[in-house]
């Protein structure tokens, strides 16, 4: 009845945008994970956490189609009644920064189990962020011992990276700017192929769809996150040099530089440094597996260092306008990663709350317009926690603007000074116009120095 029966065996923010993408395009998806309450939500078509735009998709297919998307606690069922099955399981860091594949390994003998079963083709596909050689000599390998199946004669197999952005990850998922198919066979990366050609139908046309094998695929990932990281940590190093010299503006100086178009403006705002699941994940998976394989990558290890000095960084900036913060109370604009999410996963707020208590600041004040209860999960009573703006300034001495919300960039100089007892604020994100805010307020902003 359907053209496409596709198992989708991890359900955060790849798997289950995808599961909804697909369904709504009438292909038949059967999502699985082991965790229960989780798949009640998502048969209930509502979403276990919030992504833009997830929700209403869900709410669609259950109101067009609901038969289309399925959410089981048996992954053995859902490859047994499904031709293409993707593997969407988390890839976290361990405690020693390495990757940890613990899932990715379960799901593979869960696959093995299925394809014991019976005689039926089916196509194994990796999405997950994996290092290379993971697809074939972990997943390939295992799914064979258990089942007895042979890769590339009795099943198929692909590594497919993701490159979706949270806040974004509807758009990225229908819209790519590419797709990449690594495959052990071309028989195997025809079939995603041609999946892909039914998906995604004219948008091809902008799309182009590049094959290679499995190894190269999964380093493509890497390629991608590395090189995004690095520029972010390269334009804070030159935010560095800025400071160096009165008046250089590191924004101006990085557009003049992203207006090359061998470069691109894009990843190039200087600040506090990046946040979030994947950044510090990859490079570090990476530069560990270098290390296991004899190689150290320098560069890739200064990326990580150079980003986590930021939030020294802005700590330090702001003791030179204020003085010592000890005794003081600073206030925290922004608290979650990035703008759009609740997401607190090595959140810069983090490494800055980390630093400010170091230097025994113990009157620390966070207002994020959706992170409140999140970020209590991951910082508990370190901090106080504001529901507005005006409470979280109300009289403090110190502002760190850490996150680029835009409720924050609508503030002007006297929202600062009719609330703190002593107007001084840091610009972490680069989001206020500097001339306007140094001429009415005590204010930093990272990658720029004009005394006045
Ligand atoms: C990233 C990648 O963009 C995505 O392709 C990959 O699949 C997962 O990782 P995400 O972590 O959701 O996505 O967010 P992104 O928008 O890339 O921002 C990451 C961090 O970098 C944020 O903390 C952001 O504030 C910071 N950043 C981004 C900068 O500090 N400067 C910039 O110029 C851009």
Redesign the pocket.
């Known amino acids: 009845m359907y053209k496409y029966k596709v198992s989708i065996l991890g359900t955060g923010f790849i798997g289950l945008c995808s599961a909804a993408c697909f369904a709504q395009k009438d292909i038949k998806v059967l999502a699985s994970t082991h965790n229960e309450k989780k798949a009640k939500i998502i048969n209930e078509y509502k979403s276990p956490f919030f992504e833009e735009g997830l929700e209403e998709m869900l709410i669609d297919i259950k109101q067009k189609n609901p038969e289309l998307l399925k959410c089981l606690t048996d992954p053995v069922q859902a490859v047994l009644n499904t031709d293409i099955i993707m593997i969407t399981q988390g890839t976290p860091m361990r405690i020693d920064d390495s990757i940890d594949l613990s899932y990715i390994e379960s799901t593979a003998k869960e696959i093995g189990e299925a394809l014991k079963q019976d005689d039926k083709y089916r196509l194994i596909v990796v999405r997950s962020t994996v290092v290379p050689g993971t697809s074939m000599n972990l997943v390939g390998k295992i799914i064979t011992e258990i089942s007895g199946k042979v890769p590339g004669k009795d099943f198929g197999l692909c590594m497919q990276p993701?490159?979706?952005?949270?806040g974004r990850s509807i758009e990225d998922t229908l819209k790519p700017d590419r797709i990449i198919i690594g495959s052990i066979d071309n028989k195997s990366g025809d079939m995603l192929q041609e999946f892909y050609e039914y998906f995604y139908g004219d948008h091809l046309k902008n799309c182009p769809i590049k094959r290679m094998n499995l190894e190269s695929a999964e380093f493509v990932k890497y390629g991608?996150?590395c090189l995004?990281s690095t520029k972010?940590s390269y334009?804070n190093e030159f935010a560095n040099l800025a400071e160096l010299v009165p008046n250089v503006d590191i924004v101006q100086v990085m557009e003049g530089v992203g207006l090359d178009y061998r470069i691109n403006h894009r990843?190039?705002?200087a600040?506090v440094?990046?946040?979030?699941?994947?950044?510090h994940k990859d490079v570090n998976a990476i530069t560990k597996w270098a290390r296991s394989k004899g190689y150290v990558s320098k560069l890739l290890e200064a990326v990580l260092e150079r980003n986590d000095l930021r939030a020294i960084r802005i700590v330090d900036i702001a003791e030179g306008l204020v003085g010592k913060l000890e005794g003081k109370k600073v206030t925290l604009l922004g608290l979650s990663?990035?703008p759009g999410t609740d997401d607190m996963r090595e959140a810069p707020s983090i490494r800055v709350i980390n630093e400010l208590i170091k230097r025994k600041v113990t009157d620390i004040v966070g207002y994020d317009p959706k992170a409140k209860e999140s970020a209590e999960e991951a910082i508990g009573d370190k901090i106080k926690y504001a529901s507005s703006i005006e409470e979280a300034l109300k009289d403090s001495e110190c502002t760190l603007l850490i996150t680029d919300w835009d409720e924050f960039k609508k503030l002007n100089p006297d929202d600062f000074k009719k609330h703190m007892k002593s107007p001084n604020l840091v610009d972490g994100r680069r989001i206020y116009n500097y001339d306007e805010f140094n001429n009415s307020l005590n204010f930093r902003a990272m990658g720029r120095i004009n005394l006045k």
């Open positions: 993701e490159f979706l952005a949270e991608n996150n995004l972010i334009a990843f190039l705002r600040g440094g990046f946040g979030g699941a994947c950044f990663f990035k």
